[in-house]
């Protein structure tokens, strides 16, 4: 008797379980609204919570510097690879750096196979605005000899499992990356007019500021969900990401879509739980080998 009850109870637990992935298939909006009535979100988290974050560097031994990040199920890895080439004409005393992040179809069926999608593209450009505003890597350490040799530095990101969020997670893989690269100390010989680079001699790029990004989805003009995954982002009327530096400096917001958000108090809101969050992620950063 005690069998075919448990039986019973397994049985419906599973007609339960495929009802609700029914339901959230054919009506996302909806089944999303009813966790937020209740003040969850459908994978447990509450609204303000973030989820668990790794940071490993080190990751690719043929890079120069190399980082795996791990934010919930989204997993980025970061290689960067230098190169030296000649200063720009109207810059010719600066290297400079060259982010590039891949959303591969593999990552997760919404990308398709072929060319970089436009929204790699836009979120590439978007990191080299955060990492150039911040200042991460001052262009002129870069510079080996002023007009005849710089330092090209390319940061590329491959998303290796997308579940919402690549922003976050990439600008914190392109930064704990460039934390561990080593570049061998050059110099450039005016006779030969070639640059000589020591097999020996290694160094760390002079760091300045390291910016971490912390995203929020507005859902429904007035629900804020820190840390967005891949079933909530289509659904949000606004992403707004607050970028800080690892002492708290404020360094951009942005605000990616035009919904209308229904609150005036949601952006400061959003500037205080980034704060909060970006000294923790801060510390990581730091520790993080």
């Not at 690719?60 to 000649?86: H, M, N, P």
């Not at 978007?126 to 530095?153: E, F, M």
């Not at 980034?274 to 801060?282: D, F, G, T, V």
Request: proline fraction near 6%; hydrophobic fraction near 40%.
């Amino acid at each position: 008797m005690a069998a075919a009850t448990t039986s019973l109870s397994a049985s419906t637990s599973a007609e339960d379980a495929l009802r609700a992935q029914t339901f959230q298939r054919l009506h996302p909006k909806a089944y999303l609204e009813r966790f937020l009535e209740e003040n969850i979100r459908p994978d447990g988290r509450e609204l303000d919570e973030w989820r668990d974050v790794s940071v490993h560097m080190g990751s690719i031994s043929t890079a120069d510097g190399s980082a795996l990040v791990r934010l919930g199920d989204t997993t980025v890895v970061c290689g960067v690879k230098a190169e030296i080439t000649e200063p720009e004409l109207d810059s010719p005393e600066e290297g400079f750096i060259v982010p590039n992040l891949d959303l591969p179809a593999i990552c997760s069926p919404k990308f398709k196979p072929g060319p970089p999608t436009e929204e790699a593209q836009v979120m590439s450009d978007r990191l080299n605005d955060v990492l150039v505003t911040a200042g991460v890597v001052s262009p002129s350490s870069l510079c080996i000899q002023p007009g005849k040799a710089a330092w090209v530095l390319y940061i590329d990101a491959t998303c290796i499992n997308y579940d919402g969020n690549a922003f976050d997670a990439t600008l914190l893989a392109m930064v704990a990356a460039l934390r561990n690269t080593r570049l061998p100390r050059a110099r450039f010989d005016e006779e030969t007019g070639r640059t000589v680079c020591s097999r020996k001699v290694q160094e760390p790029l002079q760091i300045g500021r390291l910016p971490i990004a912390m995203t929020f989805g507005i859902f429904d003009g007035m629900h804020v969900l820190s840390d967005p995954t891949s079933f909530e982002e289509p659904l949000l009327d606004t992403v707004m990401s607050v970028t800080m530096d690892d002492d708290g400096g404020l360094v951009s917001v942005t605000q990616v879509g035009l919904g209308v958000i229904g609150k005036q108090d949601i952006l400061p809101q959003c500037i205080t739980a980034a704060k909060y969050r970006c000294s923790i992620l801060a510390q990581q950063l730091h520790t993080s080998s």
